[in-house]
């Protein structure tokens, strides 16, 4: 938001610069982003008036311009503004004049055609950093006169970045109000008196959404001369503040906003029927806006109207058909209050961006609208004239928000702040700010504004307390705290183990959103219900992810477009799965792509397949305390996986993840030239430690058998181990498997597996005996659960 500093210092005039009035603002938590300084750097500019508007004979894009600046002489200006048109009034920089950066005008000829001086533009003036055109002045300045005497000759624009709960300073009001806080200076308001009408037009008004909108006032003013010029002191001001001039009356109404923080709206009166609703929308009603484009509406939008048709839409911009023109004799002002939940996301959805839904989202004040409309009245009768109506003013008092009573504690803002506050100093300050107070004992009964509706709970009221007295008042001190051991297997520790182990296998984390394309939520989960989201930022960010695969593919694709043809990612966050109730499961998921390692001049390359990724599960797995014996990854069918390639990872006899290829539909769809493998684990189910238990190093030598069984080809190795792990003592120390073998010699539809058997005992060596007894009794539990047999 921009704030003329000029026109704030009418309303408090603070003993400070300019750059102290900016580190004023800033430090009450009114962030100054940049403040221009405005200041005439120009001579011998003067207000013109364009008689004629000719193309240029020999360029398309320039026209040739009959301008006067007093006097009966008429000058030629060659210009290449779109804006330019006859009768309108703006600055000439004639010849001899100076600009700012030291340019002198001079008669040139620009195509064969002689040009007498310059036609400015704001930023040629050096008032502004940027425009669209010709800087056009009121219709009622005089030509030739020196445009230095009608401009302020220095001022300030100062841009704020608020905060979204800091809606009550979108105006010049708002502001002035914290600056007479923080310098304890009187505000200088200007006195909003009450017009009487005089004349007894007036028009029914009906809240049929009174939830959305709780308060409504309006008044009709005729015989108004909208042809009036709008002064040259409003339009700067306007001009200053980010906003172009349309009409005096359209012009009034924004300069209302702007200085008081209430956005209105002026409906021409000849062209409404009826009473006025404030109602939601038909659905697949249509709308032209003032934009000149067709909005078709949903029966959310919130729409004024009258017993015909929809007139603007609520809180955001107005309808083409009761816009006001220079043609308009009556108008209906508008000032309303409109529910921030119900303004909220619509002026996005319809992808709008208006200051009057700008200020809405955040919240108006209520008690408001008549002060506005009766300062956009008097405003109108001074510059446009006109006989006003009475104020028609419509109220559902049950839908109004109501400030509530908050208990403040003194020993609580000590507490807080870590310093003690003189009561005189909480009563001055809280009182500045416009509460209503109680004293009770050491506390406080506060009753916030009807402006300040982001005061809820008693931390508000000390955080207003701390920003006002000031942060640099509050002394540094060194915090005091004891130390104390904590256990080391806390989940949240052992998560960040778990990335430390992804992280050093060569992953890189990454952070995606929690919503994604429906259309690849589709192909990695088709079966679930997915949540939609009301208000998308975006059409391929419109439901909420239920796996985290969609947000680490979109980075792959990201990567794989700009030339990184190697990637290995992982992401933990949130899966939300819909059913009777929402489920938000943390998740941990990874994907590798391309080859195992970056290219080496002395490596081949070799691109990643299921076992690299299977390994660095295990090595998640196995961090925590878990060995083999605990975790199977067990053959299954994913709609996002590859038929024969994806398991379920198994803990303990509960499913805790997935891992597989990328499906070969999803990879062509995807326009992946090389399979991608994916895993995704729950955390909750692997981020608590299991304790290792001390075993002593036996000293004794080690036994190794190795036995090649042959077994049917549908039997799975991890069955094999498992059987095996169960069946042996516990001097079985090391189970691998080191070859699976189908071809030559072995039978149709079976297959060959080769496991090596590590055997040593804590207290004696062993001795061949035991172990030959101990692997026979493995072969006949084999023989007889597997129909295995030893390989000849």
């Known amino acids: 938001m921009k704030i003329n500093e000029q026109w704030l210092r009418e309303w408090i005039n603070p003993p400070v610069d300019t750059n102290q009035l900016a580190e004023q603002l800033t430090m009450a938590g009114l962030e100054v982003e940049h403040v221009e300084r405005i200041s005439i750097k120009f001579t011998g500019v003067v207000v013109a008036r364009v008689e004629s508007v000719e193309p240029h004979p020999h360029a398309d894009k320039l026209k040739v311009c009959e301008v006067r600046c007093g006097g009966n002489d008429l000058l030629t200006i060659v210009c290449g503004a779109d804006n330019v048109r006859t009768g309108m009034h703006v600055p000439l920089a004639k010849v001899g004049s100076k600009l700012p950066g030291n340019r002198s005008i001079t008669s040139t000829e620009i195509k064969g055609v002689k040009s007498a001086g310059m036609l400015c533009s704001a930023v040629e003036l050096g008032l502004i950093d940027e425009s669209d055109g010709l800087l056009e002045l009121p219709a009622n300045t005089i030509p030739g006169q020196d445009l230095n005497k009608l401009l302020t000759s220095h001022d300030a624009v100062i841009e704020l970045s608020l905060t979204p709960n800091r809606g009550d300073c979108l105006s010049i009001a708002g502001v002035a109000r914290e600056v007479s806080v923080i310098n304890d200076c009187p505000l200088n308001a200007p006195s909003i008196e009450s017009v009487a009408a005089i004349n007894a037009k007036d028009r029914a008004v009906k809240l049929d959404a009174p939830q ?49 923080g209430q956005p209105m709206h002026a409906f021409d009166n000849d062209k409404l029927q009826g009473s006025i609703h404030v109602r939601y929308a ?112 419509v109220s559902a008092n049950d839908h109004l928000p109501m400030s509530q009573a908050i208990i403040l ?53 000390i955080e207003e307390i701390a920003r006002i007295h000031g942060y640099t008042a509050i002394p540094d001190q060194v915090p005091q705290t004891s130390l104390g051991f904590h256990a080391s297997h806390c989940p949240g520790k052992q998560l960040q183990r778990i990335q430390g182990v992804l992280v050093q296998r060569g992953y890189q984390e990454v952070i995606t959103y929690s919503f994604v394309d429906k259309r690849l939520q589709g192909l990695i989960t088709p079966e679930a219900k997915l949540l939609t989201l009301a208000n998308p930022i975006a059409a391929e960010l419109s439901v909420m992810r239920t796996s985290l695969w969609p947000g680490l593919i979109q980075t792959l694709q990201y990567n794989l477009k700009r030339q990184q043809q190697r990637c290995r990612i992982f992401e933990v966050g949130l899966v939300y799965l819909t059913g009777i109730d929402l489920l938000q499961i943390p998740m941990i998921g990874g994907l590798i792509y391309g080859n195992i390692s970056n290219k080496q001049w002395d490596r081949e390359d070799i691109l990643c397949d299921f076992f690299d990724i299977k390994g660095d599960v295990e090595g998640i797995l196995s961090m925590n305390g878990r060995n083999g014996k605990t975790v199977e990854f067990r053959p299954t069918t994913h709609p996002a996986l590859h ?69 049917s080809k549908d039997v799975q190795s991890t069955d094999i181990m498992q059987c095996i792990r169960t069946s042996a003592p516990e001097i079985l120390i090391n189970l691998e498997l080191f070859d699976v073998y189908q071809g030559e010699g072995i039978d149709l539809g079976k297959k060959s597996l080769a496991l090596g058997l590590t055997f040593q005992k804590s207290s004696s060596t062993l001795i061949d005996k035991e172990v030959e007894a101990i692997v026979g009794e493995i072969l006949i539990r084999l023989q007889r659960e597997f129909d295995a047999k030893l390989r000849e």
């Open 643 to 711: 038929p024969g390639q994806s398991a379920e990872i198994i803990l303990g006899n509960q499913g805790i993840g997935y891992i597989g290829a990328l499906h070969p539909a999803i990879q062509l769809t995807l326009e992946l030239s090389q399979p991608a493998y994916v895993f995704e684990l729950q955390v909750n189910r692997i981020s608590t430690k299991i304790t290792q238990k001390y075993r002593k190093i036996s000293k004794f030598p080690t036994v190794r058998r190795d036995l090649s069984i042959v077994v």
């Open 409 to 461: 504690h003194a020993k609580e803002i000590k507490r807080i702040l870590g310093i003690s506050i003189k009561p005189a100093e909480v009563t001055r300050i809280l009182q500045c700010l416009g509460m209503q107070l109680r004293e009770e004992g050491e506390n406080w009964q506060v009753l916030p504004p009807s402006y300040r509706f982001d005061i809820a709970i008693e931390a508000d009221l």
């Open 282 to 393: 038909k659905q697949g009603e249509k709308l032209v806006l003032l934009d000149n484009q067709e909005y078709t509406l949903s029966d959310s939008t919130l729409v004024i109207a009258d017993d015909k048709r929809a007139l603007a839409m609520a809180g955001i911009m107005g309808g083409l058909d009761s816009a006001v023109t220079q043609n308009s004799q009556a108008v209906f002002l508008e000032s309303a209050f409109f529910s921030p939940h119900i303004i909220i996301g619509q002026a996005r959805h319809h992808g709008l961006n208006t200051d009057s839904a700008y200020r809405f989202e955040r919240g108006v004040d209520y008690a408001l609208q008549r002060q506005a409309i009766e300062r956009a009245t008097r405003l109108i009768l001074d510059i446009c004239g006109g006989t006003p109506g009475p104020v028609i003013e």
């Open 212 to 260: 959305a909108c709780p308060h409504y006032v309006g008044r009709i003013i005729e015989d108004v001369d909208v042809k009036r010029p709008s002064p040259l002191w409003l339009t700067e001001r306007l001009y200053r503040s980010g906003l172009r001039c349309i009409n005096a009356v359209v012009d009034i109404t924004n300069y209302v906003m702007l200085e008081l």
